[in-house]
C-alpha cells in the first residue's frame, strides 16, 4: 500500500503560521493542479474505499483482543509511526482500527463501515454526504485522531456553540484514551482561553469563530507577512508578536454542516470593526426615513426584490434634492444624500422585523435566514443597522470602521487541508469544487429509510393554507403522532401558534426567541402527540429521539409549510423524520401566495399562476401537478440568484485580494 496523503504540519516548511498563499495562483497553474487532483481522483475512484476497509477489518480481530494498556501502547507507537510515514494508507488503516475500538470501550459506539469509509474520504480532502443521523460526530473522530496523531492540528468546525461544546464533551473520553488533547473555542471564551483551546491537538470551533480569530491574528501581525520575517520576530521572546497569536495557522478543518457553512453563509464577509463617529447622526437616521416615507414607489424608486435592493429614479434623485436643500451637514453632499435615502427606502421596504430581525431588549438583532437563529453581535453594513434602529425607535449604535474583512469562500480556501461533511451537498457539488476544489462524496447508510412522503397539498391562498395546517397537525396529535412543523420565519411561527392556541391544541414554539431553550425543545419533540412549530432546522444538530409507543404510530411526522430557496434546506428539514432506520414520514402544504412564489415566480409562468388561483376546487388548487412545476422552478429560480449573489461576494473579494497585500488591514 503506496498510496499516502500529505498533510503539512507547523514544524514543516510552511513557516510559523502555516496556510495557503492568499494570493492567487496563475490560470495554468490553477489549470494544472485541478487536472493532476482530477487524475488522482479517478485512479481512487476505481476501489472507491473498498481496499481500504478491508485492511481496517482485517486489523480489528488483533485490535479487540488487546486490553487497554496494551491499545494506549499501539497509539503511542503509531503516533510515533505517523509522524515518520506521513498518512500512509497502511498506517491509516490501523490508526483507523485503533479509533474504532477506543471508541468502543470508552463512547460505547463503534462506527459502521460506511463511517470508516467516509473518515478515509475526508481525510483525503473530500466532502461527505452522510444521511441525517448517520452519525457525524462519531465520524469525524477517525480522521481528526489520526492526523492528530500524526502531529496535524485540527480544527473541527460546526455552526453554533451548543454543538461545539456538546460534541467536544461527547468525544473526549476517546482523545483522553488515545492521548489526544481537545479544546473548545466558545463565544464567551476570552484570549487566553482561546489560545488554550488553540493549542490543543483538535479544536472544536463553531465557523464565525474561527473567522474572526483569524482576523485578529492578521491585525496582530501587521505587515510581518513572510516566513522569514515570523521567523526574526520569534526571537523578541515574550515580546514577539508570535506570542500574542491565537492560531498555529491553518493547517486541516473538518467541517460539519459544510453546505451551511461554505455555501449558505459565504454570501456576507466577516468583518472586524470598531466604533466610528458621527455628529448628529441619530437626527440624520431619523430625517432620511422622514424623506424615505415621502416617496412614492416606481415614480420616485423601484424594489427589486429578489435582489433587497432600492433603485432610485431620476424623479427620486430630484424630490430627495428638493427635500435636502434647506438641510446642512452630510445632507449637502448628493451623493451621500442619495445613499442615506435609499438605505432608509431599504430598511423601510425590504427588511421586516420578526423575519429579518428581532427587536430585543431595545436592540436589533439580525435574525439568520438559513439557521433561524440570532446572530446577536452581527449588524449590518454602511448604516443599515442604524437605519433600522432609527425605524424601530431603538438607541442608535455608533457606526462601524472596518478593520479587517474576509468571506468565507476566500478564508476556508486558505487551509492547507480542508474537508467536510454534510447530510446535503449533492445540489451544490458543482459550486464546492469550483470555489473551494472540493469533491463531493456520497457515502450510504448501514440501515434502510423508512422515510415515507405523503403527497402535495398546493392551497390557492395563505389562509387557506394555514387553516389545512392547524387542521393536520390537531389531526396527528389525536392519533397520538409527535409533529415538526417547519416554517421560514419568526412571524409565521407564531401566527400557526395562534392558529393552534386557538383550536386548543398544546403545542412548542421553537425560534429565534427560543434560542436558549432549543436543545431541550428538539430533545422532547419525538415524545406522543408532541407538537413542535419551528423555523428553519438547517444546523439545528440535535436528533429528535422517539418516545415510548411513537414509532408504531409511523414515528415523527413533518409538515413543511413552504419551500425554501434552497432545496437542500426542505431536505435537511425532512430529514428531522426516520432518523437511523426509526419510520417517520413528512409532506410539504403550500401555497400560491408563499413568499417564494411572490419574488421568484418567472414572468413565463405568470399566467399559469393567475390561472390555478382562479381554478375551480375550492381552496385546493385543480392542477396539482401544474402547480408543483410553478413553485419548483420558482425555487431554482431563487436557487439561481442565491448563486449569482455569492459569485458576486467571491469577485469583489477577489479584487480586494489582489489590490491589498497581507498588511493586516482590511482585504
Known amino acids: ?67 487497554d494498556d496494551a491499545l494506549q501502547a499501539m497509539a503511542r507507537a503509531l503516533r510515533a509511526e505517523l509522524r515518520l510515514h506521513g498518512l500512509r494508507e497502511d498506517c491509516v488503516a490501523k490508526s483507523f482500527a485503533l479509533v474504532r475500538e477506543a471508541a468502543a470501550r470508552t463512547l460505547g459506539m463503534r462506527p459502521y463501515d460506511v463511517q470508516l469509509a467516509a473518515g478515509w474520504f475526508m481525510l483525503q480532502g473530500k ?15 477517525l480522521p481528526a485522531c489520526t492526523a492528530a496523531l500524526a502531529g ?16 467536544e464533551r461527547w468525544m473526549q473520553p476517546l482523545y483522553r484514551f488515545l492521548g489526544i488533547s481537545s479544546g473548545v ?19 472544536y470551533v463553531t465557523n464565525k469563530q474561527l473567522t474572526f480569530d483569524y482576523l485578529k491574528d492578521r491585525l496582530t501581525l501587521g505587515k510581518l507577512t513572510m516566513p522569514l520575517q515570523l521567523q526574526v520576530d520569534r526571537l523578541r521572546g515574550e515580546q514577539s508578536k508570535i506570542k500574542r497569536l491565537l492560531l498555529r495557522g491553518l493547517c486541516f478543518a473538518i467541517i460539519d454542516e459544510a453546505d451551511s457553512v461554505l455555501i449558505d453563509e459565504s454570501r456576507t464577509p466577516l468583518i472586524i470593526s470598531k466604533s466610528g463617529s458621527q455628529p448628529n447622526e441619530a437626527q ?63 430598511a423601510k421596504h425590504l427588511f421586516v422585523r420578526d423575519k429579518h430581525y428581532l427587536v430585543r431588549n431595545g436592540k436589533v438583532q439580525i435574525i439568520d435566514e438559513f439557521t433561524g437563529r440570532v446572530l446577536a453581535d452581527r449588524s449590518w453594513e454602511r448604516g443599515l443597522h442604524q437605519m433600522i434602529e432609527a425605524k424601530e425607535d431603538c438607541a442608535i449604535t455608533a457606526p462601524k470602521e472596518t478593520l479587517a474583512r474576509i ?31 472540493l469533491e463531493v462524496v456520497g457515502v450510504r447508510t448501514p440501515w434502510p429509510t423508512q422515510r415515507r412522503q405523503y403527497p402535495t397539498r398546493t392551497f390557492k391562498t395563505a389562509q387557506a393554507k394555514w387553516q389545512a395546517v392547524c387542521a393536520r397537525v390537531s389531526e396527528l396529535q389525536r392519533e397520538g403522532r409527535p409533529v415538526l412543523v417547519g416554517t421560514r420565519s419568526v412571524a409565521l411561527s407564531e401566527h400557526l401558534s395562534t392558529l393552534l392556541h386557538a383550536a386548543g ?11 436558549a431553550t432549543e436543545a431541550a425543545i428538539i430533545q422532547s419533540a419525538g415524545e406522543q402527540a408532541s407538537v413542535v412549530v419551528a423555523t428553519n432546522m438547517a444546523g439545528r444538530g440535535t436528533d429528535i429521539k422517539l418516545g415510548a409507543g411513537v414509532a408504531p404510530l409511523g414515528g415523527l411526522h413533518v409538515i413543511a409549510t413552504e419551500l425554501h430557496e434552497a432545496r437542500r434546506i426542505d431536505r435537511q428539514l425532512f430529514g428531522r423524520c426516520a432518523r437511523q432506520g426509526d419510520p417517520g414520514s413528512f409532506e410539504m402544504m403550500l401555497s400560491l401566495q408563499d413568499e417564494l412564489v411572490q419574488l421568484y415566480c418567472p414572468w413565463l409562468l405568470k399566467p399559469l399562476h393567475a390561472a390555478l388561483i382562479r381554478s375551480g376546487g375550492g381552496d385546493t388548487v385543480r392542477w396539482p401537478g401544474a402547480a408543483w412545476l410553478l413553485l419548483r422552478c420558482a425555487q431554482l429560480a431563487a436557487e439561481r440568484e442565491q448563486r449569482r449573489q455569492r459569485n458576486s461576494t467571491l469577485r469583489y473579494e477577489e479584487r480586494l485580494k489582489t489590490m491589498l497585500a497581507f498588511s493586516g488591514s482590511a482585504e
Open 1 to 67: 500500500m503506496a498510496h499516502s496523503i500529505f498533510i503539512p504540519s507547523p514544524r514543516g516548511t510552511h513557516g510559523v503560521y502555516p496556510q495557503r498563499d492568499p494570493r492567487p495562483l496563475p490560470w495554468l497553474d490553477r489549470a494544472l493542479g485541478v487536472t493532476a487532483q482530477r487524475l488522482r481522483q479517478a485512479q481512487r475512484g476505481k476501489d472507491p474505499g473498498g481496499r481500504f476497509l478491508r485492511h481496517v477489518n482485517t486489523q480489528a480481530q488483533a485490535v479487540r483482543a488487546l486490553d
Open 152 to 167: 496535524v492540528p485540527i480544527h473541527v468546525v460546526t455552526v453554533n456553540d451548543y454543538l461545539v461544546e456538546r460534541d
Open 407 to 437: 468571506s468565507y469562500q476566500q478564508f476556508f480556501r486558505r487551509y492547507l487541508h480542508l474537508a467536510g461533511m454534510t447530510g446535503t451537498a449533492r445540489e451544490v457539488s458543482s459550486e464546492l469544487r469550483s470555489v473551494y476544489a
Open 505 to 515: 391544541r398544546a403545542h412548542q414554539v421553537l425560534n429565534a426567541r427560543q434560542d
Open 185 to 203: 473555542v466558545l463565544e464567551n471564551s476570552d484570549a487566553v482561553g482561546r489560545q488554550h483551546a488553540y493549542a490543543c491537538d483538535i479544536t
Open 127 to 141: 466532502i461527505v454526504e452522510l444521511a441525517t443521523g448517520a452519525g457525524k460526530t462519531l465520524t469525524a473522530t
Open 284 to 346: 440624520t437616521y431619523h430625517e432620511a426615513l422622514q424623506i424615505a416615507g415621502e416617496l412614492q414607489r416606481e415614480r420616485d424608486f423601484a424594489l427589486v426584490e429578489q435582489l433587497r435592493r432600492v433603485e432610485l429614479t431620476e424623479a427620486g434623485k430630484d424630490r430627495i434634492g428638493e427635500q435636502t436643500r434647506e438641510l446642512g451637514g452630510v445632507w449637502r453632499g448628493l451623493r451621500r444624500s442619495h445613499e442615506l435615502v435609499t438605505q432608509a427606502l431599504n
